[in-house]
């Protein structure tokens, strides 16, 4: 680990910045980097692929050192050990053994499996520069890298490589000046505006970075400030076309709910910082960060740390009583600071649920369609969305059982109803749009539920195909100018690249394969997901219904993706206007399809005659210790996410799994394949429910009638006593103001400046009449010093005389 110390954080480091430097040369000089601003694409390429390229190093280091395998909990080994064991029909008996042995052991309270000690997951934690010491609490730009790091980075840039070669063929139409004839100006006349090529890309990378500066976070502050980049800079993405008003409207709408989940986060930011001094997620420099605060070693159980329990216990530390060690574990048992926990880990679920689109907060993320496709693409699979689920599973061993159970409704609602509303879109984005909010809440189910392996593997499989069918369904809309599935038809024909890699993303989506041998990489992580919530069940009966939710979503899922398919690419042209001017997508455009759609297939396998594999990678990363029982609620219990690899509880989640994608696929097929049932007849027969989903459950409307109405009528009196009183009251002032200045005005002028100008006037006359005796005759002088002295003689003696004569 000493070589990868000291390598890893300067090669990740090196991808992270890529990006960004990408992001500051188009702004300095992307309108001169070629005609229109074209060469500001391949910098950005460059740069993502450079990224790639370093990450594709950072995981090559990774597994030449630490291996495929994880370390001293070869759970993923077990598993496959099992697996192959039932496949060839022997020794099932040992792995049912196993798992009666778990159970056994869990319900004595001993370690279910003594032989398997806890093995905290591998790590680098480091800090790149210091921001401040504010008291207790140190603020870095600092790392955390594991396995889940490296995969991350090595999945993000790899897709966003794929997306950026397919946005340079996308995008080319901005390479020139656009007419858009959705925007009509008040002329009545359309919009016509230069092409923002380079401005796209100069987004893009800045998307990439922050996505890539928030995977490799160290500390929670530091994931803080990430998350709020990636959400301005989905704003700028999600209204590109910012002079169309349902993109403007989408992006504020984007930005305001994110920032209602945030506002939960940065309670639950408190929470950690006034109690826990730190927000390092690893131990650095001896100083313990938050995991090992939570789950301290040998054990790694979840335990309310110190800095939480005086927190709670404020009062008795000020009535005296010092909070010696012995003091505080008394105070522990007796649950204080427990609450505290719980307020941090919801908190920072609330800013998962608005980046993650997670009910009740779900709102936003179908209008995001207003952005240009490759955005969609970026956004739904490996970046924005997948920020929350991808810090539920980083901060996972805080989360309480209460807490996690809060995750597990919260997915299995979003699930379902995302779910329903996708089988009556028919803007083919929209529905996977959807898709995208209901597999997340597959994920949150999966988490929520103590599968923190499955819902990460379920993160990874979604990233590949979901961006694969954003991207196909991208080159149809570039076809056919048309987003309304109603209006194509038979284009299999006419973009047989888009139409088959479409199919392969649709199969990896709806978990096709064939039980116990081979499958699409869907068809492994919900088998996860299923075995997990089955397990669950069978130790937390009440809460059964987390399973069928499952279930009931893998059929629904493959039934919305096969009519959207059967809609888009088979039967017969709907609109043969479309149809005629439909054509392949240029190379550029479909090779990264084909490249995603290997991906979509096999990432889920293990590599031929090697121990590496997606799975052995995820499971080095996977946090050390189980959740346990619950504290307020005693009667909730965890079982080890282990015992879902049960050969029993294996072979029924994936019967279930694969029966539920079938029941969909036939449903797909009766009514939108073959046409055996009629659609709008079903339409007909149950038009309260149609209505009811296709207006999707009047989520919008509610909302605006909750909120966006209250909110607007009070703006509207706050902005009436503004206007009325505020402005009056100010405007009346301003008015007497004005009516003494002018009075002032007035006697300045009048009187003051008036006397002075006269007194002027007056001094001015008796100096012009005295200029007169200014003459320079030399006589004239003289005579007047006669004439004076005469006269001054006269007067002399006149007063002389008259003084003498009266005295």
């Not at 800045?206 to 980049?229: K, P």
């Not at 987003?483 to 973009?495: F, S, V």
């Not at 005693?634 to 049960?646: F, G, M």
């Amino acid at each position: 680990m000493d070589h990868l110390a000291s390598t890893l954080p300067t090669l990740l480091g090196l991808a992270w910045l890529v990006p960004l430097v990408s992001f500051t040369l188009i702004v300095l000089f992307g309108s001169r980097m070629g005609k229109a601003g074209v060469l500001a694409g391949y910098v950005a390429t460059g740069a993502i692929l450079t990224s790639f390229l370093l990450s594709l190093t950072s995981l090559g280091l990774w597994l030449s050192e630490v291996g495929p395998l994880p370390e001293g909990a070869p759970a993923a080994v077990a598993h496959d050990e099992e697996d192959a064991h039932a496949a060839e029909g022997h020794d099932t008996h040992a792995a049912d053994e196993h798992a009666a042995n778990a159970h056994a052991a869990d319900e004595h309270g001993h370690d279910a499996h003594a032989a398997h000690a806890p093995v905290p997951p591998k790590y680098i934690a480091g800090v790149w520069y210091p921001l401040g010491i504010f008291d207790s609490l140190r603020i870095d730009i600092g790392y955390h890298i594991d396995a889940l790091t490296v995969c991350m980075f090595a999945m993000v840039t790899l897709i966003a490589s794929c997306i950026h070669f397919y946005a340079m063929g996308y995008m080319h139409d901005e390479l020139h000046d656009i007419t858009d004839h959705e925007v009509t100006l008040s002329n009545g006349h359309h919009l016509h505006r230069k092409g923002r090529f380079y401005r796209f890309f100069q987004y893009l990378s800045l998307f990439c970075f922050s996505m890539l500066g928030l995977v490799i976070a160290g500390n929670i502050a530091m994931v803080f400030v990430f998350w709020e980049l990636v959400g301005i800079c989905s704003y700028f993405l999600i209204g590109f076309y910012i002079e169309r008003k349902s993109a403007s409207n989408a992006a504020n709408k984007a930005f305001i709910v994110n920032r209602v989940g945030d506002f939960g986060m940065i309670i639950g930011l408190m929470a950690i910082w006034g109690s826990l001094g730190t927000f390092n997620f690893g131990d650095i420099d001896g100083q313990q960060g938050i995991f090992s605060l939570v789950r301290p070693g040998p054990e790694y159980a979840l335990t309310t740390p110190d800095g939480m329990v005086k927190s709670a216990a404020v009062e008795q530390i000020a009535a005296g009583e010092a909070p010696t060690p012995e003091k505080i574990n008394e105070w522990r048992n007796n649950k204080f600071g427990y609450g505290l926990l719980i307020v941090a880990g919801l908190g920072i679920f609330c800013g998962c649920v608005g980046k993650s689109a997670q009910f009740p907060l779900h709102v936003w993320l179908p209008d995001a369609m207003e952005g240009p496709t490759p955005v969609s693409a970026l956004v739904h699979s490996a970046t924005m969305v997948a920020a929350g689920v991808y810090l539920v599973g980083r901060f996972y061993p805080v989360f309480t059982p209460e807490v996690l159970l809060v995750i597990a409704y919260t997915g299995a609602i979003t699930l379902f109803l995302a779910a329903t509303i996708a089988i009556t879109a028919t803007d083919i984005k929209r529905v996977l749009a959807y898709s995208t909010v209901s597999q997340l809440g597959y994920m949150m189910l999966a988490l929520g539920g103590g599968g923190w392996f499955a819902g990460m593997y379920h993160l990874f499989t979604h990233a590949f195909f979901k961006s694969l069918l954003f991207m196909c369904a991208g080159s149809v809309i570039h076809a056919v100018h048309t987003n309304e599935m109603p209006q194509m038809g038979g284009l299999r024909k006419k973009m047989p690249w888009t139409a088959y890699t479409m199919l392969v993303g649709v199969l990896a989506i709806a978990g096709a394969g064939i039980p116990f041998v081979i499958g699409f990489s869907g068809f492994y992580s919900k088998d996860a997901i299923l075995a997990q919530h089955l397990s669950f069940a069978s130790t937390n009966s009440t809460h059964a219904i987390l399973y069928y939710a499952a279930a009931g979503g893998a059929a629904l899922t493959s039934f919305y993706m096969f009519r959207l398919w059967f809609m888009t690419f088979a039967g017969k042209p709907r609109d043969h206007h479309a149809y005629d001017h439909a054509h392949e997508s240029p190379k550029i455009m479909y090779v990264p399809l084909v490249i995603l759609s290997v991906f979509a297939v096999g990432v889920a396998w293990d590599l031929p005659f090697t121990d590496l594999s997606l799975q052995n990678l995820l499971e080095q990363a996977r946090p050390a210790g189980e959740v346990g029982a619950g504290v307020l609620w005693d009667s909730l219990a965890y079982p080890a996410e282990h015992l879902s690899h049960a050969h029993e509880i294996h072979v029924e989640a994936t019967l279930v799994a694969t029966s539920a994608a079938i029941v969909g696929f036939l449903l797909a097929l009766a009514f939108y394949g073959m046409h055996w049932l009629d659609a709008e007849d079903a339409r007909r027969q149950f038009s309260p429910i149609y209505r009811f989903l296709v207006n999707k459950w009047y989520f919008d409307e509610l909302y605006d009638f909750i909120f966006v109405r209250p909110v607007m009528f009070v703006s509207k009196l706050i902005s009436d006593f503004d206007r009325k009183w505020i402005d009056a009251f100010i405007d009346s002032t301003a008015h007497w103001t004005k009516a003494i200045a002018r009075f002032d005005d007035a006697f300045d002028r009048t009187v003051v400046d008036g006397l002075v100008n006269v007194l002027a006037a007056w001094t001015y006359s008796v100096a012009q009449s005295l200029r007169g005796i200014q003459t320079g005759r030399l006589r004239q002088y003289v005579m007047f010093i006669v004439v004076g002295t005469v006269g001054l003689f006269v007067l002399v003696s006149m007063f002389w005389s008259f003084a003498v004569a009266g005295g």
